[in-house]
């Protein structure tokens, strides 16, 4: 069983930032590749940004270059740096990390509850 706590979210101007901040506890042997996805009411859920357990991470085109996703294995935590945030950016903001409960077993995806994100003047 794995729990998520995520935080940060909120409402931003065009141009400003946000930090989101994932955490996940619970019973399971280890987390693998961690990462953060968005969703409006009219588009499906999308790739924001995922990174590796040894750190390599890839972004969706529309974020590059503006927000920086990072991650604390000891803490089981993953991080969104949002900086230059757009209106478009607005949505609400899934983490998700792939879980492996048991020796042998598979690393299956999880998800957050969600944070919602504002950007607007």
């Known amino acids: 069983q794995v729990q998520f706590v995520e935080s940060g979210g909120g409402s931003a101007q065009p141009g400003g930032s946000l930090r989101l901040s994932c955490a996940a506890s619970?019973?399971?042997?280890?987390?693998?590749?961690m990462g953060w996805y968005r969703q409006t009411p009219d588009m499906q859920r999308e790739l924001v940004a995922t990174?590796?357990?040894?750190?390599?991470?890839t972004y969706a085109d529309s974020v590059k270059g503006r927000f920086t996703i990072s991650r604390d294995n000891a803490k089981n935590t993953v991080y969104l740096e949002m900086n230059t945030l757009k209106p478009e950016d607005t949505a609400v903001y899934f983490c998700?990390?792939?879980?492996?409960?048991?020796?042998?077993?598979?690393?299956?995806?999880?998800w957050g509850q969600g944070t919602r994100i504002t950007v607007s003047s």
């Open positions: 619970g019973s399971f042997r280890g987390i693998g590749a």
């Open positions: 998700n990390a792939d879980v492996n409960f048991y020796i042998g077993g598979s690393y299956l995806p999880h």
């Open positions: 990174i590796t357990i040894a750190g390599t991470t």
